[in-house]
């Protein structure tokens, strides 16, 4: 149990966390950053979020997460961590590099959703003051709208930064095509692109498939891989079947029938290969992303302290030797 009145833990930068340069850029991110898509909405208890997130900035994760429509329901999971940051983290602000996101659908009508101008700006606005704080570290574009000029969507970008309502910038979900001339717009407009954020695992290799990978970092841009347990399915969390508090149980994000006996047979084997290493399935997982020095950071989420503590083992091993990169390619591609 957190005390009520929240002090850091001194040691909190000597636990273990280990923090990557992000692009060419000045910023440094742990490893491990800590994603509140699910979980820390206002379904989920306010005393069980409030523990995870101050336990994982304990533990040295400086960087949260988040998006306008975090939840369930959307925007609650901004005004979660507006609860925490008032009450426990306002201290600690210039310690703290927190992201939000807009581009999915946020409210009704014509401007809660996709790339203009008037939707990022506002939604920023409101995310703000759902979070209680007077910035943002990173605001993304959340992902590629194709029908709105793409000019719109990235000055608006470069508009919010200078405005100071966000430090950097970043995109989310975009395409190799539109990505480069989202880099080089930024690029040109004095607010190169912070971060690319993107789907990333064992399970899903579109980034290195498609050269995003590399296109950031030829950009100068930093990678952060989101989803690197692929929801859940690459943990010990359904070896034995589903548990009814998981998230495949709510049958959303995570669909029951994506769970197939084939799928099942590759996680035991991925299950064993972590074995071997000395790692849980999720510490194996995490360790596959991040042992790619493209990665600046994986986006974890958790539904509990002993899940975050068992991912935070996993920077102590991001080595893979050949052969254990061959087995899993064989298993997974
Ligand atoms: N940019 C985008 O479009 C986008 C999209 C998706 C996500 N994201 C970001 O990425 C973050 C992470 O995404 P994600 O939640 O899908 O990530 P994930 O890390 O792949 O999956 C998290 C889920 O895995 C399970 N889990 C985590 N650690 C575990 C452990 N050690 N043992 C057993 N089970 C464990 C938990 O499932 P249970 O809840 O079932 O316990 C947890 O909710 C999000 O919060 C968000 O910030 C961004």
Redesign the pocket.
């Known amino acids: 149990m957190i005390n009520p009145v929240y002090t850091a833990d001194k040691g909190r930068y000597d636990s273990g966390m280990k923090y990557r340069r992000c692009g060419r850029s000045g910023i440094m991110l742990p490893e491990l950053s800590l ?5 820390f909405g206002d379904t989920a208890p306010l005393a069980r979020s409030r523990e995870m997130i101050l336990h994982a900035f304990d533990r040295g994760i400086c960087h949260f ?2 998006a306008n429509n975090y939840g369930p329901s959307y925007g609650s999971a901004e005004s979660t961590f507006g609860a925490i940051m008032d009450k426990d983290l306002k201290p600690y602000r210039d310690e703290l590099f927190i992201s939000t ?1 807009a581009g999915y659908d946020m409210w009704p009508g014509p401007y809660g959703d996709h790339g203009s101008r008037k939707y990022l700006i506002s939604s920023l606005d409101q995310s703000l003051k759902r979070m209680k704080v007077d910035y943002v570290d990173i605001f993304y574009s ?2 590629y709208d194709p029908d709105t000029p793409l000019e719109e969507t990235m000055q608006a970008l470069v508009d919010i930064v200078r405005s100071g309502k966000a430090l950097y910038a970043g995109i ?2 975009y395409p190799v095509e539109a990505a480069e001339y989202a880099y080089n717009y930024l690029r040109y407009h004095d607010t190169p692109c912070l971060l690319h ?1 993107l ?1 990333y ?1 064992i399970l899903h290799r579109v980034p290195e498939n498609e050269g995003l990978l590399q296109q950031a970092k030829e950009a100068g841009s930093g990678f952060i891989a ?7 399915l690459l ?3 359904y070896l034995g079947g589903i548990p009814e508090d ?2 495949a149980a709510r049958d959303f994000t995570l669909k029951r029938s994506s769970i197939t006996a084939e799928l099942m047979e590759k996680l035991k084997k991925l299950d064993e290969i972590a074995s071997d290493r000395g790692q ?1 399935l ?1 510490q194996m997982a995490l360790s596959w992303v991040l042992k790619d020095d493209l990665v600046t950071s994986v ?5 509990s302290i002993s ?1 975050l503590d ?2 935070l083992q996993a920077v102590q091993n991001t080595d893979f030797c050949e052969e254990e990169i061959k087995i899993i390619n064989d298993l997974t591609i």
């Open positions: 994603g509140l898509w699910q979980n997460d988040l996101k959340h992902r989310s979900n954020q789907k695992s989101f989803s690197p347990l692929a929801q859940g943990t010990d969390r998981s998230r849980s999720a986006i974890v989420g958790a539904s899940q068992d991912n």
